[in-house]
């Protein structure tokens, strides 16, 4: 029963558009969708410690190169998202090598990754000829409908479709990661950087790699959220609050099982959705308030999360020992 | 001298005052962090609630302006007590990322507080200082204003830190926390101590910026960036290099806001910073090890 499981899942969660066809709840689920592949991307290295606080810098280097290369140079996103993770990683590589070379860790890691995110989000403002700046952006419609060449579609089921198997390629990237070498290297270096490296693992190379992993799928939601919703602003995929956004996410689903993020994405999507619905305009704001006092209180009472708390609960022997991070 | 030369020394002159201001700003925060070991991300959302109380005491309850100040800093003060009291003393043992992401939460919820209480809209006293005309160059007051107020600010918290026995006591704990509680420091009574300062800072910062700018819910946003960076810049806890680093950055930002556009300044002001991280990252003025 429990092997069965997610492969009852998974085929309930593809049939899932095509037994209920209902435009608005579908997008919510898109968006869970793509939001959960970005927490997740997140929390690969925030769960060893990697605090970044530069993945809004990521997201929004993904979305933006991606509709910049097809508005301007014509370029397919088949061609652009490539361009935009490869963008991403070489911006991952550019700050965190001399990061880790240099030992720049915990505060000093995070308030750095965090100067990141202001990079982009400024240089996305100032270049306004270009990126349409704090306006926001949209790309270009390709002959009104749709077209796989220009990965648009007007159809909410494809999207959801796609959505679902990123999210899905992304939960099986977090397992690989868990299941390898490189996990217990990391976690070795999460507890002592210099007792890991007298131990042979080489701390550099091993937090670079995850590095720049967790940074390209970042780019990549930024360019699906981008190729999805069809705008993008400055505010909504790059900056420090998308960058805390994602930490509070991950912080209230669980940081150290593989669908944390996405119980975090939907918590927070969902609770945003519900007070913007019941309260309407009156509901600025509100969201925020709750997640402000939800995250103080998640970090003070339940540090491992949701969904990290609920699975000891249930397995206290088994209960794998987290990394105190 | 030459028009050119003109916008230059303005913009020269202009970084130096903004460099007051930031320092007042990073001095606060330097000190919660050289103290306690604990990055407020809130900061600057304290000063922006700061910002709202000036706004209420002075043009809707027209309060006298001075009285409105102190009451300001004083508040503000207390709102750091109440943080580290509710939210930082729990996670006192805690990884200090968790403390870190939990001034986050405070962030949030300020914001929003901010939003729901107050609404979105900008605000501002509605009292214009006039502007300082020297040959060619304009010079607002409420910049030499905040400037000198940023000063008379910082030596009095410097004569409090070097004059005053409990200042004195702040300085070693933030030496040796370990040791100073095995010398009869009462550790728990420097940090409300300190996170008041800090506030109270805060709070001063609040007082002078809501003459030069507007206030809205997210005006934190625009300036608590740059206090973490300077404060980093300059080597988290060492005040005098906070102090250099937030004349640097200012001049980054006014000479790049000159020759492009202001954005470009915070580009130039943030890609020094990585660099400088990786060229001293224990600060500017750091002592070698």
Redesign the interface.
Known sequence: MRRSLPWIAGAALIGLPFLYQSAYPLHIVIIILIWSFAYTSWSMMGRF?L?SLGHGGFMGIGAYVTALAWNHGGLTPWAGIPLALLAGGLLAVL?AY??F????T???F???T???S??VL??I??TRDQTGGSLGYTPERYRGGSSLYALQFSGKTTWYLIALAVWAAGIYVWYRVDRSMMRYALEAISEDEDGAAAAGVHVTAEKLKITVLSAMMTALAGALYCQYQMFISPDTVSG??IS?QM??AV?VGGIYVSLGPTVGAAITILLAEVLRISFGTRA??????V??????LF??FL?KGILGSLLDLRRPSRGRPAP?? | MGILDIFLLEALINGVLLGGVLALLSLGLNLVFGVIDVVWICYAELIMLGMYGMYFLYSVYHVPIGLAAVVCIVGVGMLGVILHVVVIAPLLGAAPINQLLATGGVLFFLQSAATVLFGIEFRNLGLRLPVLKLSEMFISYSRLLAFGAALIGMVLVYLFLTRTYTGTAIRAIAQDRHIMILMGVDSRRIYVITSALGGGLAGLAACLLVLQYDVHPFVGLSFGPITFLICVLGGLGNFAGGFVAAFVFAELISLGGLYLDLEWGYVFAFVFFIVMMFVRPEGLLARRS
């Open positions: 410690g605090v700050v001399p990061c070379r240099f030992r720049i915990g505060h000093y995070a308030l750095v965090l100067a990141l202001g990079i400024q240089v403002t100032a420090i609050s805390l930490v509070f912080v600025v704001g509100w969201d925020n308030l997640y402000g006092v939800l995250l103080v970090i003070v540090p105190s991070a």
